[in-house]
């Protein structure tokens, strides 16, 4: 369909989402990656709340959240805060109460999005089915990572790939949308190293050489390895000085903020943002490394 008034009237916040993409056409094809990403996101939202696993589920609702926000969908996205909320507080009670409501609102915001996309308006789109439980991940920890396990997983990988001639921005996020979108303003200019959450990205620190790597954006609320642990891994290898960092962050509390500022970050880029904002944050990162 692609009718932006079909999405207007059904109460999604467009001029909100164009302050990210700019226009209508980049909406519209990263709106995809959200409708390919969304089921196996609802897996795993469904599966820790199944396993009464709060801290876990607090990273995917949160994940759900910021995605939400970058295409307006603004009322799905307050409800996944409050569960982001609750859960963080261990507030299972409350997360069991409202879990239903969640994810009926997430049911319908799947259908809009899949008639917004068809290219037959006429085919009914067929409800979003209650995803099914998914197999119990063995590599996802429940508990904090401690440093050796970290450099274990970045020792995981092979030699440094050195190449002067090739110049690296790296974005670790969970969110495809935000690793998409810096790939779409910075890809002419750089290659983009992507990592969906902190594991991945200590394999990459350790696998590209620091010195090609011109900037890393980092978000704190990872599954697997947050980023905090990357941060640490950045502080006990002396990187921080040849791999200039900037924090991306969706969480506004006090404390999350004062600790990310213990570490020598160049700055903090707070979810959701805007395209300038973005633009300006990688810009300034890349200069410190200059």
């Known amino acids: 369909m692609k009718d932006v008034n079909f999405l207007k009237s059904r109460n999604v916040d467009v ?52 995605d939400c926000k970058y295409f307006g969908f603004m009322d799905l996205a307050q409800l996944a805060y409050d569960h982001e909320l609750k859960s963080k507080a261990n507030d299972y009670a409350y997360v069991s109460e409202h879990y239903a409501e969640l994810m009926n609102k997430t049911n319908e915001i799947k259908a809009l999005v899949d008639e917004y996309l068809s290219d037959d308006v006429s085919v009914p789109v067929e409800p979003t089915p209650t995803p099914q439980p998914v197999e119990v991940m063995e590599d996802v920890p429940t508990a904090p990572v401690t440093p050796s396990a970290i450099n274990m997983a970045a020792e995981a990988s092979s030699t440094p790939i050195v190449d002067n001639d090739v110049k690296y921005i790296m974005v670790a996020d969970d969110s495809e949308v935000v690793r998409l979108f810096v790939k779409k303003i910075f890809n002419d200019e750089y290659e983009i190293l992507s990592a969906k959450d902190g594991e991945e990205a200590l394999n990459l620190l350790k696998q590209y050489s620091s010195n090609s790597i011109k900037a890393l954006l980092l978000d704190l609320n990872m599954p697997k390895v947050d980023g905090f642990a990357v941060l640490d891994y950045l502080k006990e290898n002396n990187l921080f000085n040849t791999i200039p960092t900037t924090v991306i962050s969706g969480d506004s509390s006090s404390d999350a903020i004062n600790k990310a500022f213990t570490y020598p970050i160049v700055d903090m880029l707070n979810k959701p943002f805007s395209e300038d904002k973005i633009k300006q944050a990688v810009l300034k990162t890349i200069s410190f490394g200059s």
Do not use: C, R, W
């Open 15 to 66: 001029d909100k989402a164009l302050e990210l993409f700019g226009d209508m056409d980049t909406y519209n094809e990263t709106i995809k990656e959200f409708q390919s990403s969304l089921p196996e996101k609802v897996d795993f939202i469904k599966k820790y709340f199944e396993e009464k696993d709060m801290p876990n589920y607090a990273i995917y609702v949160h994940s759900l959240k910021s």
